[in-house]
């Protein structure tokens, strides 16, 4: 089965082709929500072109993202993360597009009797830790300039093509904070030729840049990723494999 998730693409051999009658290819509108706390995980979505947050809402209503999925990963590992199946986060898409949809039963019955898929799903499972870590610490510590660099970098990592479609608003409520922050940082951005933007859209022009306007913790989660998934195509080293 043809894909461009990188997860998808480091199962086990063979893998793919078993779960390809129960895959279905699904277009993801933006603002949809897939899942709502305290649901139980039904389905488990493998991003192609599009971008999934994980947030949190408090008890005030005010939302921030603690997670970001893309076409490196899957939302949802909760399912077969133990005998509870709910969670208190909620999963949005963010930037529209398609994703290859499964039964979390499917994965879960595999995910139990094959050490091979354990192996990989694990592996994913403690890099999104490390991302969700240090998300949590960043948000803490770091300025909004360098946070919406890093954000704009991750985004760009999960999605194909340098244009992304995108709202202010949204931006503002995946980052915790006010939109009028957003615009200023955007408004910078531009000036200084990091980024185009317009009504709905965010193009990256300068990835280094960014880059360098960002603080570590992009950095240092792509690095986790690649250490644990594969630089590309998430292919294990060989002597990794069991």
């Keep these: ?110 995910f139990d ?19 969700i870590s240090q998300t949590t610490a960043c948000n803490s510590l770091h300025r909004l300039e360098q946070r919406m660099a890093r954000w704009l970098l991750e985004v760009h990592d999960r999605v194909e093509g340098d244009d992304v479609a995108l709202t202010q608003e949204f931006l503002a409520e995946m980052l915790g904070v006010r939109r009028a922050g957003i615009t200023q940082t955007a408004q910078k951005f531009q000036e200084s030729g990091l980024i185009r933007y317009r009504r709905g859209h965010i193009q990256i022009l300068d990835r280094p840049g960014l880059e360098s306007s960002s603080c570590e913790c992009f950095g240092v989660v792509r690095d986790e990723y690649d250490r644990l998934l594969g630089e590309k195509h998430g292919a294990f080293p060989a002597a990794q494999r069991k």
């Design 1 to 110: 089965m043809a894909t461009k998730n990188w997860l998808l693409e480091a199962l086990p051999p063979g893998l793919n082709e078993k779960f390809a009658p129960d895959f279905k290819k699904v277009f993801l509108e933006r603002g949809k929500r897939l899942h709502e706390p305290g649901e139980v995980i039904k389905e488990l979505y493998f991003p192609l072109d599009c971008a999934l947050s994980i947030t949190l809402t408090m008890v005030d209503g005010r939302t921030a993202e603690t997670g970001l999925v893309g076409r490196r990963e899957v939302i949802g590992v909760n399912a077969f993360m133990g005998g509870r199946e709910t969670t208190q986060t909620t999963y949005i898409v963010q930037i529209p597009g398609n994703a290859m949809r499964i039964s979390s039963k499917v994965l879960r019955t595999e």
């Design 113 to 131: 009797c094959n050490q091979d898929l354990r192996d990989v799903m694990l592996r994913y499972t403690q890099a999104l830790i490390a991302q």
